[in-house]
Structure formats: C-alpha cells, structure tokens
C-alpha cells in the first residue's frame, strides 16, 4: 500500500525514532508499504518517520548503471549503527520530505553499518559512495535531521526563502 509522505516542516521530521523491538508481521507490512510508497514516489530511499512511523527503520535502493532500481538490491535496514566511517564525498541530495530541492551535501564516502534484517538478525554493510550518501541520509532522518541542515547558513536561508514562497 502507498503511503501518504510526512511533507516539510511538519514536526515529525524532527523526532528521534525509536528502536524497533517487535520483529512480526507489522513490521514486514510496513517495510513492504514502505517500498511501494519510494516505488511510486521515485525515491531511493525511505526512512519510517517519513511515513509517519518514528521507528529505526529504513530502506534504500539504489539504481544500477542501467538508472534501473531492481528489489534484489533493496535494502532493509533496522536499528541501524555506523561503526566506521572514512572520506568525504560532495553529493548532491535530495528528499522525498522536501520535494523539487536539491542541493550538494558532504558525507562519508564510505562506512561501515551495524544492523538488523526483517527477521532481526545482526547484520554489517560496508558502503561507499552513493550507497554511503543514501544510508547516511536515511540515518540522519531517524535522528530528526534533514539534509538542509547540513547546507551553509547562506544556502539554508536561501531555501527558506525559497521553500516561503512556493507556500
């Protein structure tokens, strides 16, 4: 099922998600809503707060060479931890929450991340580029912060202005 997305500046984006404890048939339900809604909406990648549910969890696909996203290489990603980063990389970003604004970020051009599958068993990826931007910026949603927050103070009111006016 296709999901309604929690738009900028609603409240919610701001929340710290909390960990995912329950490992059942909700949850498996809302990874797969949550794969249909990034389907439809053209994303690759989806954080729960930004359909409403402010658990850890998130999903990313990034397309291959062919610009294709195929669901084999759909990742699932619960209660996630970064437990090694490294580089930097200038990407630019954009957000399903802050739709038709992009802007160039600095990330990690590479990590390594703990976390559970849809079965809550542990798992580790090692990412870099696109991939580490991805996960980097799905984190960062469960931890109530957007990618403009990370944009220069010229470049953050510049969108305000911006995002004012399109209101």
Do not use: W
Not at 75 to 83: C, K, Q, R, S
């Amino acid at each position: 099922m296709v999901e309604e997305i929690v738009i900028y500046p609603d409240s919610r984006l701001r929340e710290t998600s909390k960990e995912v404890i329950e490992f059942g048939s909700v949850l498996k339900e809302t990874l797969d809503n949550m794969y249909e809604t990034m389907m439809d909406k053209g994303g690759v990648g989806l954080a729960g707060v930004q359909i409403g549910k402010l658990q850890r969890m998130l999903i990313v696909n990034i397309p291959r060479e062919d610009r294709i996203q195929y669901k084999e290489d759909l990742l699932e990603i619960i209660n996630p931890n970064i437990i090694e980063s490294s580089g930097e990389i200038l990407f630019q970003e954009g957000c399903l929450s802050i739709p038709n604004y992009y802007e160039y970020v600095k990330r990690f051009s590479y990590i390594k991340l703990q976390f559970q599958d849809r079965e809550g068993k542990e798992k580790i990826i090692e990412a870099k580029d696109y991939l580490a931007v991805a996960l980097q910026h799905e984190i960062d949603h469960l931890n109530g912060i957007l990618f403009i927050d990370k944009l220069s103070i010229l470049k953050r009111k510049k969108f305000e202005k911006e995002y004012k006016k399109k209101k």
